[in-house]
């Protein structure tokens, strides 16, 4: 197969998948850069500013644009870093887990309703992909 027909292929169905799952939140909410770095910082604990920016792969201001909304909804907290008090650390704060895992259920809800249209053998298909999806976002 061409790889950059297969590559304009995956771009435009994860694209569209995206878009759709975007599409379904209220205007106001928190922005998918925000959710991100929610989902981040739950993963993988406090962070500082200029390395949620390397790992989420934006300019540091576009990170403190996005860490400020958060903290002003109250969604993330900061504090000095124990080591370096130049340093700010950012956590994720209860209401902040509270919200991502609202708007994790709304979209999986969705998601799932989508894929009870499909077969078992569909669905299964889908589950197979999924490493080589996260493979793939890793390398880009």
Do not use: N, Y
Not at 68 to 95: F, H, P, W
Not at 101 to 127: G, I, K, M
């Amino acid at each position: 197969m061409d790889t950059v027909a297969l590559a304009a292929a995956l771009r435009l169905a994860m694209g569209r998948t995206v878009r759709r799952l975007r599409q379904a939140h209220a205007v106001g909410d928190v922005t998918l850069s925000g959710v991100s770095v929610l989902a981040r910082l739950a993963r993988t604990g406090p962070d500082s500013p200029g390395s949620l920016a390397e790992l989420e792969r934006v300019r540091p201001q576009a990170m403190a644009s996005t860490l400020a909304g958060l903290e002003q909804r109250g969604l993330v907290s900061r504090t000095a870093d124990a080591t370096d008090g130049r340093r700010a650390i950012v956590s994720i704060t209860d209401e902040g887990r509270t919200m991502l895992e609202q708007r994790r259920s709304e979209s999986v809800s969705r998601l799932a309703h989508a894929l009870d249209e499909f077969t078992p053998q569909e669905r299964q298909a889908l589950h197979d992909v999924l490493p080589l999806l996260d493979r793939l976002a890793e390398r880009l």
